[in-house]
């Protein structure tokens, strides 16, 4: 057999599972290989069609500009500066290239104000954690900031009913600490507080005892567990309880995936998934494994098949390779497929109307 004919095969193959999963998904696929950008669209019925753009720069961070409302807008950030592109009708526009002071790394949003949307950024080698302002065409104004003694990473948001005020969290294996601080709606810091404790490489908001305070969920990757730190006032923090992972885990998250507005605390751990349900005291204590023969590492969630599942993209820790998990619901069974062999270290996925998109 030719190495065209195994090719083929192997084409058929994917076609086949995916026609069993969902009938009419479109996705892009957006590759970062150090200089070079390749998109590649695949429909269900088979047909293939590439596009590639070149890069001149190395590229640390993808982020999607919800703001935009014209296709998907990339924006790219490199050392001291960012690019911006489309991706429309399976093709990349041009790419437009501009300066920043910092080298974003990280970003969440905060929330939409006068029809301007605000974000909390990570500069991990500033040691600063931004609050910016993103236009629909991309633009980058810098509102506020904090800077750090050690290297922040991870961030969280949350909205305080009480006061109108947005919390951010900030984290990460090399910061030391949480850094809490809050924002009003002009994206300006009106207080900080730095909470001095073990490392943890992600945390999170949530109110845990129903004050309409966000207390924190914090994960320490060295010791292998999540902390819970409850708080009444927002300034003062206390650890209450932890809870264990029995196996190596490498990130958390939170999602409400049954639907009933009580987030899971969702963990890829050695042998696949491990799911904290949320009840109504947060107790976290009815668990559920989803066993692979993998090693997951980061994920993110999407709604691929238009049924409201919540599958799970993630990339194999040893291989670096993307994958999709589906759950069966007639059987209550997972199965996951492969979508790129090669090491992928950036991906994000957008949706929007019936037009779905996975970039990396």
């Avoid at 269900?44 to 014209?70: A, C, T």
């Avoid at 991706?87 to 526009?93: A, L, P, S």
Wanted: with cysteine; proline share 1%; hydrophobic share 40%.
């Amino acid at each position: 057999m030719t190495k065209l004919d195994d090719i083929t095969k192997l084409l058929l193959e994917e076609i086949t599972v995916l026609i069993s999963v969902a009938k009419s998904i479109l996705f892009f696929y957006l590759v970062l290989l150090n200089t070079s950008v390749f998109a590649a669209s695949v429909k269900i019925d088979g047909f293939l069609n590439h596009s590639h753009l070149y890069l001149q720069n190395k590229y640390n961070f993808l982020f999607l500009n919800e703001n935009n409302e014209n296709g998907s807008q990339l924006i790219l950030f490199k050392e001291n500066g960012y690019s911006v592109v489309k991706h429309e009708n399976g093709e990349f526009g041009k790419i437009s290239n501009y300066s920043l002071n910092y080298s974003i790394s990280n970003i969440k949003k905060i929330f939409d104000e006068g029809g301007e949307t605000y974000y909390a950024a990570v500069a991990r080698k500033n040691r600063t954690v931004l609050i910016i302002n993103i236009t629909k065409e991309g633009f980058i104004r810098i509102v506020d900031y904090v800077k750090y003694y050690t290297y922040p990473s991870e961030i969280d948001t949350y909205y305080n009913n009480l006061n109108g005020s947005y919390t951010i969290l900030v984290s990460g294996l090399n910061f030391s600490g949480l850094g809490v601080f809050n924002v009003n709606k002009q994206g300006k810091i009106i207080d900080k507080l730095y909470i001095k404790n073990n490392t943890y490489k992600s945390a999170f908001l949530l109110d845990l005892n129903w004050d309409f305070t966000p207390d924190i969920i914090a994960f320490n990757s060295i010791l292998n567990k999540i902390d819970f730190l409850y708080t009444n006032d927002g300034k003062n923090y206390l650890k209450e309880r932890d809870f264990y992972f029995n196996q190596r885990c490498n990130n958390i998250k939170l999602r409400d995936l049954n639907n009933d507005k009580l987030p899971e605390i969702i963990a890829s751990v050695k042998s696949g998934f491990q799911i904290l349900y949320g009840d109504s005291v947060y107790s976290f204590n009815h668990t559920k494994k989803i066993e692979l023969k993998i090693e997951p590492n980061i994920f993110t969630f999407g709604n691929i098949n238009n049924i409201g599942n919540n599958e799970i993209i993630f990339t194999d820790k040893e291989t670096g390779s993307l994958k999709i998990l589906f759950e069966e619901v007639t059987n209550n069974k997972y199965q996951f497929v492969d979508y790129c062999a090669g090491s992928v270290l950036l991906f994000k996925f957008w949706e929007k109307d019936n037009e779905k998109k996975i970039f990396y």
